[in-house]
């Protein structure tokens, strides 16, 4: 494993204390199902409201309240959420 500290001096400007970041940068969109308790999500053609979500090394399972058992996530149907990766 790297030290970790190594990376941080070499990016970060010393006066600041942040990483540089060009003026031009536009910032990266990223658009990907949102799953949280209370949404709304259809599965086999029936409107569901999850409950929570289980994350495990190779999985994510939706517990969806109505049918009181998890489904794996990639058998929900969910619009996307646009999502900005920019640091602030």
């Not at 970790?4 to 970041?21: C, F, I, V």
Request: glycine letters at 6%.
């Amino acid at each position: 494993m790297k030290n970790e500290s190594d990376y941080l001096h070499t990016t970060q400007d010393p006066t600041a204390g942040t990483a540089a970041m060009p003026a031009t940068a536009e910032p990266i969109v990223v658009h990907m199902p949102l799953y949280h308790p209370g949404t709304n999500v259809s599965y086999q053609g029936r409107a569901y409201t999850v409950g929570h979500v289980v994350i495990s090394r190779s999985d994510l399972q939706v517990y969806l309240q109505e049918l009181g058992s998890s489904v794996p996530a990639e058998k929900l149907q969910l619009a996307p959420t646009r999502l900005v990766l920019q640091r602030s």
